[in-house]
C-alpha cells in the first residue's frame, strides 16, 4: 500500500475514507476538508476523529460546561483555572494545589483491573504535567446491585486494579465511594482523583513555544495498546473489540510509572522544561496538537523516531495509540543533554521526536514524507460543538410526586432497631473497610486522615504543618429525582466533609457521569445538573478548577442515573487540628447542628426499607451549608470540637454508628423536643453534621453557634458501649460492628 | 555531573545528628517508602543519608536501611531483581562484617533474596494487598535495632503489602526459634499466613533485621496510625552506634 | 489421575512489564543473549478419571472462561505425560 | 533465534494459595472432578544464536539464580520446538 502522503491527499480527492467507522459525522467530515482545503490523509484523519470525539473533544457538554467559567466565584486562591491538565489553587506559604477528578468508565467494564488501574494511572500523570509532585489518590467507585454475579467480576477487579496501581506508584489512598445501584450494572463508574503539590514558581503548562526547542518523547515504548479507544470510549457504536484487531485494553505499568514521577520532577527541579503534556485519551495525536495549539509557533515531529514497542504499527496507530506511562516535554536545545541525562539515570527512555517551527502548522512526517499538515488549534481546540436538544422528561413530575412521605414508617422502638441494622448493613452504608485496606493509606507518611474519615488530609509541609483535604461525594438516587437540586446535594456534602474535618473549603473538581447526550432527557440532566453545580459553586465561593465528563453510560435505551460526583478540595493551616469522626471520648456531649425536617426523598431509608425512589431530594440551603462550615472549621481551630460528622445518606442513625464504631464508644441520645425518633434518626436533610464537644467548651461552642444564628441541640452523651435512644432501643456496639462490617467481606468472599 | 540523590526534596537532604551517627537508606527504582525511611531516621536524631542503588560506595554510613515498597515493581518476585544492584554487594560485603541492616517490607524481600537472611516470601494467604494497623511481639531484644523495647513487648506499627506470608521449611524455622531469631510475632490474628506467625528475623551475629510492618510508618503522633511505636527501631541503632 | 497443563501467556500485542523487567535486568546480571522475554502463567490440573476429548473440552472452557482473561491472555491446554 | 522456556513452580511442600482459590471456585463454576490445582510462572526467552548446551546450561544458569527462588521454587528448562 502507498503511504497516504499529503501531496498524495492532494492529488486523490475521490478516494474514499472510513470516517464514518471512525465516529465522525458527515458534516464533521465535510469541516476537516473544508479546514485542509483538500481530503485529510488517513493519520490526518486518525488526528481529527480521536479529538473531536466526545471523550476528547466535549462536544456535547461544552456549551454547559462554560457557566464554571463565567459563573466562576472572585477567587484569589485560583491560579491556573480550566482548560489545564487541571486548575491549581495557592493554598499559602508559597505552595500550590492541583487536583482533579477523571473517569475510566468503560475500559474498567471491559477489563476491571487494567481499566481502573490505567485509570489511577492517567490522572496522576494530568497532575505530574502541571509541575507538582502527586501525594494522594482517591476513587469515587459505582458499581451494579452488590449481589449481581456480574459485581463479583467487576468490583474486585476494580480495586485490585486501583490498589495494584496506586500502592506500586507510592501513593496513599485517603478516600473514595462505594455506591451500588441496579442502573450501574452494565456502566460501573469508575472515577479516579489525583491530588498534587508545589511551590508556585514550580507551576508548568502545556504549551510548545521557542522556535527550534525540541519535542522530547520520554517513557514507555509505543505499542498497540487502546488503538481506537478514545474514539470507541465515547462513541456511540461502543464495542468491546474495537475497530481494529489491536487491543482495545491498555496494560499499565505503575513501577514504568514511579520512574517517570521521579525523573520528571528531577527534571522539573533542574528547570529543563518549557513545556509539558502527559499521554493519556488520544496519545501522540492529543500531546503534539494541544502543545503546539497552545504555543506560539508550529511543530514537526518525525514519527520514525518514536521507540516502538511493536514494530509493525503503522503511522495513524502510533498516532492513535493510548500506550500508557508516556510524557511529551518541550526542552531547550541547551537543556536537551542534560534532560535526557536523567532520564538515563531513572532507566526511562527518551527521544527527540521533533521540533518547534516557526510557522503555525502541525506538520508529522514518515519515512520523510509528509503525512500531517494541519492547523493544530483545528485539531486539538476548534473541534465541533453540539447544542443538543434538552428536554424534561414526561417521567419526571410522576416521579416527584411519588412522595416517599408517603412510605410505612417504623412504629416501635424494635422497629426502629430493626431499621438501624438493616440500614448500616446495606452495602451501600456497610463498612467498605474490605476494600479501603486493599489500599496503602500510609505511604509518604503525610496521611492525616483516610478513610473511613469525612475526608483525607495530607500534610504538605512538615515544619509548619500545613496541609490539605479532598473528600467527593455523589448521589445519583438525589440527582435523579432533581439534577440541579442533586448535583448541588452532591457539592454541598463534599464542603461539608471538607469542613467537619476542620480545613477550610477552597475548590471544586468534578467528574460528571451521564448516558447519552443524545437523548434528550438525558441532556435536560446534564444541563440541570452543570447549572446546579455552577450555582453552587458561586453561592459557596468555591470556584470549578477543572473535571471530566462521561457520557454514554447507559445500556441501550436506558441510562445510569445522572451521576456528578464532586471533590471539594480545603486548606488548613495547621494539621494537628483536624477533626475525626471518632468519639474517643466518654463525657462529652452530642451537638446535632442544622436543621432536621422530614425529607425522605431519594434517602437510604427508602431505598433500603422500600426500594423506593421518589419525591424530591432535601431541600439545598447553600447559606446555611457556608455557615456550617465556619462553624466547624472555627470550632476545630479553637479546640472546641473533639468529633466532628457529617450527615448524609442515611442521616443521623449512619453518622452516630461510624462515629460510635471508630472511636469504641457508645452513645446515650435524647431525642429532642419537636421531633420524633424516626426522622430525628433516619431524615436526610442537609446542611447538618453532628459534634462531639468536651463538657468544658460547652458554653462556648453554643455560644458561638447561638451568635451566628445556627442552630445547635444538645441531643446527647458519648457513653457506654452501645447505641442507646432512649425510650426507643439499645443497641451494643458489638452487634452494630457485627451487622456494619460483616456485609461487605460477605458479598464478596 | 554531582550525583543526585533520588529525593532531591529539601526534607530528604541530610543533617547533623546528635549523636554524629549516619544512616543510610537505599533507594532502588521503585522503592517508596525511602522518605519516610529518611524522616524517621531524622527524627531519632540520627544523621540520614541517602544512598542510590547504583552508587559505588557506601558514603561511610554506620547502619543501612533498606526501605518499602516496590522496587522494579516487584515484578518476576518481590526484591528478586534489586538484590542485583550495584550497591548491594557492599551491604552483603558489610552485613557479613558487623554493619547493622534493618530491611522494612520490600527491604525484608530484598534481604532474602539475597540469603542474608533464610527463607523467603509469599502471596498472602488471602491474595490480597493488606494495609493496616498491626500489634506485634518484639521477641528478641537484643538486636541491633530492637535493643530498646523489652523482651515480651507488644508495638502497634502499619502492615501493608501483598507478599508478605514468611515461609522456610521446617527445619529453618527450629533453627531460627532455637537461636531466638525471630525477632517479631504477628499477635491478635496473623494476617497473610506467616508461618508462626513470624513477621520479622534476624540473622545470627543480630545485625541484620528484616520485617515485614513498618516502623517509619509509626514515628510520629499525628501522621500514619498517629503511633509512635517505631521509634525504637531507630533509638536502638543509635543506642548500639553510640555505645559501640 | 492425570495432569493436564494449562499455559497462559499474554497476547503478543499486549504489554507485558514484567517479562520486559527480567529482560532488561540479565545483561545487569551479566547475561547476554536473550532479545526478548516474555512472562506468563503456568496452571498444574489434576484431573479426576481419563483424560478423555470430553475432559479436554471441559478443561478448554475452564480455561477460557476463568484461567485467563481472554481479553488480553492467550492460552494452550496440554496434556502432561 | 529460538525459544527457551522456563517453568517455575512452588514446591510441593509450599503452600499455593492461588491455586487453591483456582481450585475451590471451580465448583462453583460448574467445573466438577479437578482434584489439585498449582499455580506457577512461565518465561518464554527468546535466545540469540543457536541452543546448544552452552546456551541451555546458561539458561540453567538465569533460571536458578534469578528465574527462580530455589528456597521455595522448581523450575524445569525447556527448549520449544
Ligand atoms: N473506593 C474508596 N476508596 C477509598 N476510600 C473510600 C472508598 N469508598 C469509601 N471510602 C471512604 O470510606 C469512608 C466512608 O465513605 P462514605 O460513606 O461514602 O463517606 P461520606 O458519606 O462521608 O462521603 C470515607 O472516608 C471515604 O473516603
Ligand atoms: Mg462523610
Redesign the pocket.
Known amino acids: 500500500m502507498t503511504l497516504d502522503t499529503v501531496k498524495h491527499a492532494a492529488e486523490t480527492p475521490d478516494t474514499r475514507l472510513p470516517w464514518a467507522e471512525l465516529g465522525l459525522k458527515p458534516d464533521e467530515y465535510e469541516r476537516i476538508v473544508g479546514i485542509l482545503g483538500r481530503r485529510p490523509t488517513g493519520a490526518e484523519l486518525a488526528m481529527y476523529s480521536v479529538m473531536w470525539s466526545e471523550h476528547c473533544s466535549y462536544k456535547s457538554s461544552k456549551v454547559h460546561l462554560r457557566q464554571f467559567g463565567e459563573k466562576a466565584p472572585q477567587s484569589d486562591a485560583m491560579l491556573v483555572g480550566i482548560g489545564e491538565n487541571a486548575g491549581v489553587v495557592d493554598v499559602g506559604q508559597g505552595y500550590a494545589v492541583t487536583f482533579k477528578v477523571e473517569s475510566h468508565n468503560h475500559p474498567s467494564y471491559i477489563e476491571p483491573y487494567q481499566g481502573a488501574a490505567t485509570g489511577v494511572g492517567g490522572i496522576v500523570r494530568d497532575i505530574l504535567a502541571m509541575g507538582a509532585r502527586p501525594v494522594a489518590v482517591?476513587?469515587?467507585?459505582r458499581f451494579g446491585a452488590a449481589d449481581h454475579p456480574d459485581t463479583k467480576r467487576v468490583l474486585p477487579g476494580v480495586?485490585a486494579g486501583?490498589g495494584g496501581y496506586g500502592n506500586c506508584l507510592g501513593l496513599p489512598?485517603?478516600?473514595?465511594?462505594?455506591?451500588f445501584d441496579p442502573c450501574y450494572q452494565g456502566n460501573p463508574l469508575v472515577n479516579a482523583l489525583c491530588v498534587g503539590v508545589m511551590k508556585h514558581e514550580d507551576i508548568h503548562l502545556a504549551k510548545a513555544s521557542g522556535t527550534g526547542n525540541k519535542v522530547i518523547l520520554y517513557g514507555a515504548r509505543t505499542g498497540g495498546d487502546g488503538i481506537g479507544g478514545v474514539s470507541v470510549l465515547a462513541s456511540e457504536t461502543f464495542d468491546a473489540t474495537g475497530p481494529a484487531k489491536r487491543p482495545a485494553v491498555q496494560v499499565g505499568d505503575p513501577f514504568q510509572e514511579k520512574l517517570l514521577i521521579e525523573c520528571t520532577l528531577e527534571i522539573f527541579a533542574e528547570k529543563l522544561v518549557t513545556g509539558i503534556q502527559d499521554l493519556g485519551g488520544a496519545g501522540l495525536s492529543c500531546a503534539t496538537s494541544e502543545l503546539a495549539s497552545a504555543g506560539s509557533g508550529g511543530m514537526r515531529v518525525d514519527l520514525d523516531s518514536v521507540p516502538l514497542r511493536d514494530s509493525s504499527l503503522s503511522p495513524e496507530e502510533i498516532l492513535m495509540s493510548e500506550s500508557q506511562e508516556r510524557m511529551c516535554a518541550i526542552v531547550e536545545p541547551r537543556h536537551v543533554d542534560r534532560f535526557l541525562e536523567i532520564c538515563e539515570k531513572w532507566d526511562v527512555i527518551a527521544t527527540v521526536i521533533g521540533e518547534v517551527t516557526d510557522g503555525d502548522r502541525l506538520e508529522i512526517y514518515w519515512h520523510g514524507e509528509q503525512i500531517v499538515d494541519v492547523p493544530p488549534r483545528t485539531v486539538a481546540h476548534e473541534g465541533p460543538v453540539y447544542e443538543r436538544p434538552y428536554a424534561r422528561p414526561e417521567w419526571q413530575d410522576a416521579l416527584q410526586a411519588d412522595d416517599a412521605g408517603r412510605l410505612p414508617r417504623p412504629a416501635s422502638g424494635a422497629e426502629l432497631r430493626e431499621t438501624v441494622l438493616k440500614l448500616v448493613s446495606s452495602p451501600?452504608?456497610a463498612?467498605?473497610e474490605w476494600?479501603?485496606s486493599q489500599?496503602d493509606r500510609f505511604v509518604l507518611g503525610n496521611t492525616v486522615?483516610?478513610?473511613?474519615?469525612?475526608?483525607?488530609m495530607v500534610r504538605i509541609d512538615e515544619e509548619t504543618d500545613l496541609g490539605v483535604a479532598v473528600?467527593?461525594?455523589g448521589n445519583g438516587r438525589y440527582a435523579k429525582l432533581d439534577p440541579y437540586t442533586g448535583a448541588q446535594l452532591a457539592l454541598a456534602?463534599?464542603y461539608r466533609?471538607v469542613a467537619a474535618t476542620g480545613a477550610r473549603p477552597l475548590a471544586v473538581s468534578d467528574c460528571l457521569n451521564f448516558g447519552s447526550p443524545e437523548d434528550p432527557a438525558v441532556m435536560w440532566q446534564f444541563a440541570e445538573a452543570t447549572r446546579g453545580l455552577a450555582d453552587g459553586c458561586l453561592a459557596l465561593g468555591t470556584p470549578v478548577t477543572g473535571g471530566n465528563v462521561s457520557l454514554y453510560n447507559q445500556t441501550g435505551e436506558t441510562a445510569i442515573h445522572p451521576t456528578p460526583v464532586v471533590a471539594v478540595l480545603g486548606v488548613i493551616d495547621d494539621v494537628n487540628r483536624r477533626t475525626p469522626i471518632a468519639f474517643a471520648e466518654e463525657g462529652q456531649l452530642l451537638y446535632l447542628l442544622g436543621d432536621t425536617r422530614e425529607e425522605f426523598g431519594g434517602s437510604a431509608w427508602a431505598q433500603i426499607a422500600h426500594d423506593h425512589l421518589g419525591g424530591l431530594p432535601p431541600a439545598v440551603d447553600l447559606d446555611r451549608e457556608k455557615l456550617l462550615g465556619e462553624i466547624l472549621i472555627a470550632a476545630s481551630r479553637d479546640g472546641m470540637i473533639d468529633a466532628a460528622?457529617?450527615l448524609?445518606?442515611?442521616g443521623l442513625a449512619?453518622a452516630l454508628t461510624?462515629s460510635c464504631l471508630r472511636g469504641g464508644n457508645g452513645a446515650r441520645v435524647v431525642v429532642p423536643d419537636g421531633l420524633d425518633a424516626f426522622t430525628l434518626l433516619f431524615s436526610e436533610s442537609a446542611g447538618r453534621a453532628v459534634v462531639a464537644v468536651p463538657r468544658s467548651e460547652e458554653l462556648r461552642f453554643t455560644d458561638m453557634c447561638g451568635a451566628r444564628g445556627l442552630p445547635a441541640t444538645r441531643i446527647g452523651v458519648v457513653d457506654g458501649d452501645a447505641l442507646d435512644v432512649q425510650g426507643e432501643f439499645t443497641l451494643p456496639l458489638a452487634e452494630l460492628r457485627e451487622a456494619y462490617e460483616g456485609t461487605i467481606p460477605g458479598l464478596l468472599r | 555531573m554531582t550525583r543526585t540523590s533520588p529525593a532531591s526534596t529539601p526534607d530528604a537532604a541530610p543533617t547533623g545528628g546528635l549523636a554524629g551517627a549516619r544512616i543510610g537508606v537505599i533507594t532502588f527504582p521503585g522503592s517508596l517508602d525511602d522518605r519516610d525511611a529518611l524522616r524517621a531516621v531524622r527524627l531519632a536524631g540520627a544523621e540520614a543519608v541517602p544512598l542510590w542503588h547504583r552508587d559505588p560506595d557506601l558514603q561511610r554510613v554506620d547502619a543501612v536501611v533498606l526501605p518499602g515498597g516496590f522496587s522494579y515493581g516487584d515484578y518476576l518476585r518481590a526484591g528478586a531483581i534489586s538484590r542485583f544492584s550495584p550497591i548491594m554487594d557492599m551491604v552483603i560485603e558489610g552485613a557479613k562484617e558487623g554493619l547493622p541492616v534493618l530491611g522494612i517490607c520490600n527491604g525484608f524481600q530484598v534481604l532474602t533474596e539475597t540469603h542474608l537472611l533464610p527463607g523467603a516470601m509469599l502471596r498472602n494467604n488471602h491474595l490480597h494487598f493488606i494495609c493496616r494497623d498491626q500489634r506485634l511481639r518484639v521477641e528478641n531484644a537484643d538486636t541491633a535495632w530492637t535493643n530498646a523495647y523489652t523482651a515480651g513487648q507488644e508495638i502497634s506499627i502499619p502492615l501493608k503489602n501483598i507478599d508478605g506470608r514468611y515461609t522456610a521449611d521446617e527445619r529453618t524455622l527450629d533453627e531460627l526459634e532455637a537461636e531466638g531469631r525471630v525477632v517479631f510475632r504477628y499477635v491478635d490474628g496473623n494476617p497473610n499466613g506467616s508461618l508462626r506467625d513470624i513477621a520479622g528475623i534476624t540473622n545470627a551475629a543480630g545485625n541484620v533485621v528484616g520485617l515485614m510492618p513498618h516502623p517509619e510508618h509509626a514515628v510520629e503522633p499525628l501522621v500514619g496510625t498517629g503511633g509512635t511505636d517505631g521509634l525504637g527501631f531507630f533509638a536502638s541503632i543509635l543506642k548500639k552506634l553510640v555505645s559501640a | 489421575m492425570a495432569r493436564v497443563v494449562v499455559d497462559v501467556m499474554l497476547k503478543p500485542e499486549i504489554l507485558d512489564p514484567q517479562g520486559q523487567a527480567v529482560q532488561r535486568a540479565l545483561p545487569r546480571l551479566g547475561f547476554e543473549g536473550i532479545l526478548d522475554v516474555r512472562q506468563g502463567k503456568r496452571f498444574e490440573l489434576e484431573v479426576e478419571g481419563p483424560v478423555d476429548d470430553d475432559a479436554l473440552a471441559r478443561i478448554h472452557k475452564i480455561a477460557e472462561s476463568f484461567l485467563a482473561n481472554t481479553v488480553i491472555e492467550d492460552f494452550v491446554v496440554k496434556v502432561e505425560s
Do not use: F
Open positions: 482517591m476513587d469515587p467507585l480495586v486501583i489512598n485517603i478516600g473514595g465511594e462505594v455506591v451501600n452504608q463498612s467498605k476494600i479501603t489500599y486522615l483516610a478513610q473511613p474519615e469525612d475526608s483525607g473528600a467527593t461525594d456534602e463534599a466533609n460528622h457529617d448524609s445518606d442515611g449512619q461510624e
